[in-house]
T-cell receptor, first 112, second 117 residues
Framework: DQQVKQNSPSLSVQEGRISILNCDYT??????FLWYKKYPAEGPTFLIS?????DKNEDGRFTVFLNKSAKHLSLHIVPSQPGDSAVYFC???????????FGDGTTLTVKP | GAGVSQTPSNKVTEKGKYVELRCDPI?????LYWYRQSLGQGPEFLIY????????DSGLPNDRFFAVRPEGSVSTLKIQRTERGDSAVYLC???????????????FGPGTRLTVL
């Protein structure tokens, strides 16, 4: 039973366009959501997060949207750059333990 | 300052052997996490420490897996009688505390790639 799902294994976009990565979750107890970026041979790096009491959080080119009723969140990257090419993981937490449940990732390729 | 470091970066062992994987967290971080990432999947939680004690070990798959953090800094993940299914990248992360607050970002190390032949 996978509680955090990223249904698109890969996404390819043109440089300068918008990248939209999607994530669905099933556990309504989750109260904090995160996106991580991972390059090959490196550990995941925190990108942006959102609390369940909000529906949007923006940080520069990155915006995360949360739709609690649909149990869905998305990461928007505008404009996309070739350096954004990486694997993006959606993760969720509940309570205050900090333990995260991850999706299987989406590989983003931004073409010059 | 230095980030989270993990040693070795790669470990190849034979089925049935014992292995130890080491994690050096960021100095001053009280919370330490171990995750396992299999090919094509996201990291899977194994155990986390708050200081020296294991606050949550619910992710350890069975009693062949054990982790310690005796002085509240370095942690060692120990796997006994390794099996081929244990092959994965083992990731360690640390954070300032385990409160789950927004500012308590988890910083990941590069991982140890374990291959069991």
């Amino acid at each position: 039973d996978q509680q955090v799902k990223q249904n698109s294994p890969s996404l390819s976009v043109q440089e300068g366009r918008i990248s939209i990565l999607n994530c669905d979750y099933t556990n309504s107890m989750f109260d904090y959501f995160l996106w991580y970026k991972k390059y090959p041979a490196e550990g995941p790096t925190f990108l942006i997060s959102i609390s369940s009491i909000k529906d949007k959080n923006e940080d520069g080119r990155f915006t995360v949207f949360l739709n609690k009723s649909a149990k869905h969140l998305s990461l928007h990257i505008v404009p996309s750059q070739p350096g954004d090419s990486a694997v993006y993981f959606c993760a969720a937490r509940w309570g205050n333990a900090g333990k995260s449940t991850f999706g299987d990732g989406t590989t983003l390729t931004v073409k010059p | 300052g230095a980030g989270v470091s993990q040693t070795p970066s790669n470990k190849v062992t034979e089925k049935g052997k014992y292995v130890e994987l080491r994690c050096d967290p960021i100095s001053g971080h009280t919370a330490l996490y171990w995750y396992r990432q299999s090919l094509g999947q996201g990291p899977e939680f194994l155990i986390y420490f708050q200081g020296t004690g294991a606050a949550d070990d619910s992710g350890l798959p069975n009693d062949r897996f054990f982790a310690v953090r005796p002085e509240g800094s370095v942690s060692t993940l120990k796997i006994q009688r390794t099996e081929r299914g244990d092959s994965a990248v083992y990731l360690c992360a640390s954070s300032l505390s385990a409160s789950g607050r927004a500012e308590d970002t988890q910083y990941f190390g590069p991982g140890t790639r374990l291959t069991v032949l």
